[in-house]
C-alpha cells in the first residue's frame, strides 16, 4: 500500500472534529512530501534534532508538533517553530518551555501527558499529580504556554476493553481539569490519544488528536 492510499483508508475512519497527526519519525523527507501532497499538514516528531533537520528543509506551511519525550536543553530549539508539545510530563519542563518561549515573546501549547497505561515505561503525570498541579495554581502565572489538554498512551496489548477502560479513564479526566480549571477558558479542548492500532477506540472515547505513524508510513526502520 502507497502512503496516499493509506492515509486515503485512515481518514475514512476520522470524524472531522478529530485531527489526524501524521507521526513521521524516523521517515524520511520523500515519504513526508508524499503525504504533504495529499493534503494532511500536521506532522509529529519524536526526536528535536530530527525535527529541526525536517523543519529546515520541508515546506514552512507544515504543522509541527513534537510528541517525544522532550528534554529540558533542547526546549529552545523547537520553541520558535512548534505548534504543540504533546507530552510535557513534568512541571519543571513547563517551566522550563515557558522561560524559552518568554525570550523568543512566544505562547507554545502543551498538552500535560497522563500516564494511564499499566507499563512503567511510558512517561506522564499519575492522575493524582496532575490534579495537585492544577490545583496548586503556579501554572496560571506561566504567562508564555497556553495548556489545550492532556495526552496518553494506552497500554500495548491486544485487549481492546483494556485500552477503552485507559482512554476513558483519561476522557474523565480530561472532563474533570475542563469543567475545574477551564470553565471560562475554551483553549482547552484537546485530547490527544489513540496511535495506528488503537485510534479508532480512542475516537470512540473522546480523542480529538489522533497520532498515527506506521499505518501511514509503513514499520519504521530504527
Ligand atoms: C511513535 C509514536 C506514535 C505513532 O505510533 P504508531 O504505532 O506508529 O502509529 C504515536 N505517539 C507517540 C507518542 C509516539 O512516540
Known amino acids: 500500500m502507497s502512503?496516499?492510499?493509506n492515509i486515503q483508508s485512515i481518514r475514512t475512519h476520522?470524524?472531522?472534529?478529530?485531527?489526524?497527526?501524521?507521526?513521521?519519525?524516523?521517515?524520511?523527507n520523500e515519504s513526508i512530501l508524499e503525504a504533504y501532497e495529499t493534503g494532511e499538514r500536521i506532522f509529529g516528531e519524536s526526536k528535536v534534532q530530527e525535527l529541526?533537520?525536517?523543519?529546515?528543509?520541508?515546506?514552512?506551511?507544515?504543522v509541527w508538533h513534537f510528541i517525544g519525550h522532550l528534554q529540558t536543553n533542547k526546549i529552545r530549539y523547537i520553541v520558535p517553530f512548534v505548534s504543540l508539545i504533546h507530552g510535557v510530563?513534568?512541571?519543571?519542563?513547563?517551566?522550563?518551555?515557558?522561560?524559552?518561549a518568554a525570550k523568543t515573546g512566544k505562547t507554545v501549547h502543551c498538552l500535560l501527558q497522563v500516564h494511564i497505561a499499566q507499563e512503567e515505561t511510558k512517561f506522564g503525570f499519575s492522575p493524582d499529580e496532575l490534579l495537585e498541579i492544577f490545583e496548586a495554581g503556579t501554572w496560571k502565572q506561566l504567562n508564555n504556554i497556553q495548556i489545550c489538554g492532556l495526552m496518553g498512551m494506552a497500554t500495548y496489548t491486544v485487549n481492546k476493553d483494556q485500552i477503552r477502560c485507559e482512554f476513558n479513564g483519561l476522557k474523565t479526566l480530561f472532563d474533570q481539569v475542563k469543567h475545574q480549571y477551564f470553565s471560562d477558558n475554551s483553549?482547552?479542548?484537546?485530547?490527544s490519544m489513540g496511535m495506528s492500532d488503537d485510534f479508532q477506540i480512542a475516537i470512540e472515547e473522546g480523542s480529538t488528536l489522533v497520532r498515527v505513524g506506521s499505518s501511514i508510513f509503513g514499520h519504521r526502520n530504527y
Do not use: A, W
Open 14 to 28: 476520522i470524524p472531522t472534529h478529530v485531527r489526524l497527526v501524521c507521526v513521521s519519525k524516523f521517515n524520511p
Open 187 to 191: 483553549s482547552f479542548c484537546e485530547l
Open 89 to 100: 510530563d513534568s512541571f519543571k519542563l513547563l517551566t522550563e518551555i515557558d522561560k524559552q
Open 52 to 62: 529541526c533537520g525536517k523543519y529546515e528543509t520541508l515546506p514552512k506551511d507544515i
Open 3 to 5: 502512503i496516499q492510499s
